[in-house]
């Protein structure tokens, strides 16, 4: 069964240092992978997506993610953090067969906050 | 996103009572979600429709049930609420494209409805 694992559910880190949220999946074939951010009552928005081709993506906001295949890991990362970078991060999954209708799997979330 | 709407934003309503959670969208979309987001539970999925008449059940839709009333609508409904229907719920929409790798583009959610069950 697919899966998505987000290990800490909380991530500190001061302004101007580099981020990382971590993500790991389990899916039985290639992964879709995906990020999305929560701010405040607000609904989710998408920052990016691995479908195919480079294992680093780039997304909206300066963030950009690494897909590794032999660790079964999507991490997102941001090289320079931004107080306003504050918010809940969600990592998801989707298998590349089986079913098509697009279903994701949502890992449960990382808090990130950025202090001043 | 305004392209997403969802009413009404915030609802309290007691054990027993029906109640419908709408969602509207502008992109022109043929699929729909309806989620449930629970703190440290991540979201989880009710029901999707890839169109007006395919409904599908997600994870969890014991206790839900939904109408596409319209390729821009798609209604959930609680036909008699508990407290352990208190949940932040979310309305999404994607694109599909079968020429695509992996057919799939990314889901659009809208701004959520806080429900809250006394």
């Known amino acids: 069964a697919q899966s998505v694992a987000q290990p800490e559910d909380q991530v500190n880190v001061a302004e101007g240092n580099p981020l990382t949220v971590k993500c790991t999946y389990s899916?039985?074939?290639?992964?879709?992978l995906f990020w999305y951010v929560q701010y405040p009552n607000r609904g989710l928005q998408f920052l990016l997506k691995?479908?195919?081709?480079?294992?680093l993506v780039k997304g909206s906001y300066g963030f950009e993610a690494e897909f590794n295949k032999s660790q079964t890991s999507f991490h997102l990362k941001k090289p320079s953090a931004l107080v306003s970078d504050s918010a809940l991060y969600f990592c998801a999954v989707r298998e590349s067969r089986g079913s098509t209708l697009g279903r994701l799997y949502f890992g449960r979330g990382t808090q990130l906050t950025v202090w001043p | 996103d305004a392209d997403v709407t969802q009413t009404p934003r915030n609802r309290i309503t007691k054990t027993g009572k029906r109640i419908m959670l709408e969602c509207s969208q502008t992109?022109?979309?043929?699929?729909m979600y309806w989620y449930r987001q629970d703190p440290g539970l991540g979201l989880r999925l009710i029901y999707y429709?890839?169109?007006?008449?395919?409904?599908n059940k997600g994870e969890i839709s014991d206790g839900y049930s939904v109408s596409r009333q319209a390729q821009a609508k798609f209604s959930l409904s609680l036909e008699s609420a508990i407290p352990n229907q208190t949940a932040l719920y979310f309305c999404a929409t994607s694109d599909w494209d079968r020429g695509r790798p992996g057919g799939y583009y990314e889901q659009y959610f809208g701004p959520g409805t806080r429900l809250t069950v006394t």
């Open positions: 899916v039985s074939g290639n992964p879709y």
């Open positions: 691995y479908i195919t081709g480079d294992n």
């Open positions: 992109k022109g979309h043929d699929r």
């Open positions: 429709s890839f169109d007006v008449k395919d409904i």
